[in-house]
Nanobody, 118 residues
Framework: VQLQASGGGLVQPGGSLRLSCAVS????????LGWYRQAPGNQRALVAA???????NYADSVKGRFTISRDNAKNTVYLQMNSLKPEDTAVYYC?????????????WGQGTLVTVSS
């Protein structure tokens, strides 16, 4: 199973970015998709998550600004980030949890850097 994240970059405060993460691999049934972020000196923390049924969960710091969505046909999860702030600067990682064959497994993407700065 591989996760390929893209969409990071440099954006000014108040701007927007859209992250994408494509999940590939046969025999993997995705249950949960999430985005995490890690800023320098901080631990990796949940930003947003979405279940196979479409239920979402957000960190308080991004509620109302970020939207997570998924395209089950494409095995892709998106993170639309609006009204970005300098404190959103971090490496963003996508995560997939699901049934891989007969085992519940957890996979991570390589990370994509988001820098919010003027």
């Amino acid at each position: 199973v591989q996760l390929q994240a893209s969409g990071g970059g440099l954006v000014q405060p108040g701007g927007s970015l859209r992250l994408s993460c494509a999940v590939s691999g046969s025999g993997f049934s995705i249950n949960y998709l999430g985005w995490y972020r890690q800023a320098p000196g901080n631990q990796r923390a949940l930003v947003a998550a979405i279940t196979s049924g479409g239920r979402t969960n957000y960190a308080d710091s991004v509620k109302g600004r970020f939207t997570i969505s998924r395209d089950n046909a494409k095995n892709t999860v998106y993170l639309q980030m609006n009204s970005l702030k300098p404190e959103d600067t971090a490496v963003y990682y996508c995560n997939a949890y699901g049934l891989d064959g007969s085992s519940w497994s957890d996979y991570w993407g390589q990370g994509t850097l988001v820098t919010v700065s003027s």
